[in-house]
């Protein structure tokens, strides 16, 4: 084997010190990282070295990401942190929407504004020389006596632009709501004092045993039961932090006790349909996302909507959409398969379900027009058409359910359809 000089080193090297610092930033942005893991990167650095900031990366990314919804945040933080030339700018950018307490016109990238805030609350930027040592920011006062409260402003903020202190504080709001739905009168009757209807069976029994006269006359009213509720979520790349922060609303939702929905049922699609209904009934939310995390692997991929909901109304539709279910569908709509297929298979879903309604969280958007073939494919089919993007949202949505004449922005967009196609 032949022998290599050894390589010079600098006397005080500093690779491994901001390794541990990445690490700390990646550990404030929500990573799960024990000092193990640390330990494990620096070895598996020096163990396979580096020629290229991609090698760095990978090595890195394979030490520090266990999920697939931790690989934009571990993206983002890496490009931050090891020598962008525009650190500090990229960082302040991704925090002006929290000071402003408004969206921007250009909003930051998924998982941008967890980054800045991890790298911006004390775990520091790679070590300089001190020739390059930044001066210390400037302090801003500001006056913020006539901006609305922070909660309020939390209601109203986009999820995707969320830090990961206001995701935890917008999961403990999302555990108090509600999702209010009015029972269904049934067909079937009941025994009621109050009734409004005759009895006349039970009256005539009654009567025979009395030798034919009828004393009283026995009432009844049609049965009240509650509806299901079929949750259909999208967690493609694009749906992602919309679909976590939903579904913990739906779990909620599931695990309320009292009157309401008789079951909810939930599934994912990205490129393929999975049912996590039974995940949705573990009383702990962690626990519960994590496990249906698990069982779904296309967290963060592609979109194949035509298909997913082709396989839901052929395995699933006549299990759970009995009895005048409701579906909730959560997707951008942004699909690249067969529109034909998607508009067909809409028109099935449609038809199976009591009501269907869509969240979509483009319509967050001022400027938002139905120019993708699939949501051209999906409007018509759908009773309601709502945005699905943050607090306020949903509590939009929790009054659509209680009047069935809602349409949301769906005739708008129509309108808009027929205006083009003319």
């Not at 009015?182 to 029994?205: A, D, E, F, K, Y």
Request: aromatic share 6%.
């Amino acid at each position: 084997m032949p022998e290599y000089p050894p390589l010079p080193l600098p006397e005080n090297p500093r690779l491994a010190q901001n390794i541990t610092h990445f690490a700390r930033a990646l550990r404030r942005a929500g990573l799960p990282i024990s000092p193990g893991r640390v330990s494990e990167a620096v070895a598996a650095v020096a163990a396979a070295g580096f020629t290229s900031r991609q090698d760095f990366y990978w090595t890195l990314h394979a030490c520090f990401v266990s999920k697939p919804e931790h690989r934009t945040v571990f993206a983002q933080i890496f490009r931050l942190y090891w020598r962008d030339p525009r650190f500090l700018e990229h960082m302040m950018a991704a925090m002006l929407p929290a000071i402003r307490g408004t969206q921007e016109e250009k909003p930051a990238k998924p998982a941008q504004k967890r980054a800045a805030e991890a790298l911006l609350d004390g775990a520091g930027a790679p070590d300089l020389p001190d020739t390059e040592q930044p001066e210390p920011p400037a302090q801003l006062d500001l006056n913020a006596e006539l901006t609305m409260s922070s909660e309020e402003r939390l209601r109203q903020l986009d999820f995707e632009q969320m830090s990961t202190a206001e995701i935890a504080d917008a999961k403990r709001m999302l555990a108090k709501m509600q999702l209010p739905i009015r029972p269904i009168r049934s067909r079937r009757l009941v025994l009621s004092g109050q009734g409004r209807r005759i009895n006349w069976r039970r009256t005539m029994q009654a009567a025979a045993r009395k030798g034919g006269e009828i004393t009283t006359l026995a009432r009844a009213d049609q049965r009240l039961r509650w509806p299901n509720l079929v949750v259909i979520c999208d967690i493609s790349g694009s749906m992602s932090q919309y679909s976590r922060l939903i579904l913990h609303f739906l779990h909620a939702v599931a695990n309320r006790k009292g009157p309401g929905w008789a079951r909810v049922h939930g599934f994912t699609f990205g490129t393929r349909l999975t049912n996590i209904t039974r995940h949705l009934a573990e009383r702990d939310v962690d626990a519960a996302l994590a496990a249906a995390g698990a069982e779904a692997q296309d967290w963060e991929g592609g979109t194949r909507i035509g298909a997913c909901l082709h396989d839901f109304n052929r395995d699933w539709s006549r299990r759970v959409m009995g009895q005048g279910a409701v579906v909730l569908l959560i997707t951008d709509g942004l699909d690249r398969d067969d529109p034909d297929q998607l508009s067909a298979e809409m028109q099935r879903l449609h038809l199976s379900s009591r009501r269907l309604i869509w969240l979509n969280p483009l319509l967050r958007f001022d400027g938002f027009a139905p120019k993708a073939r699939g949501i051209q494919a999906m409007l018509p089919h759908v009773d309601s058409f709502r945005a699905g993007h943050s607090i306020a949202a949903l509590d939009d949505l929790a009054a659509a359910l209680s009047d069935e004449g809602d349409t949301g922005e769906k005739q708008r967009l129509l309108s808009m359809l027929a205006a083009d196609a003319d």
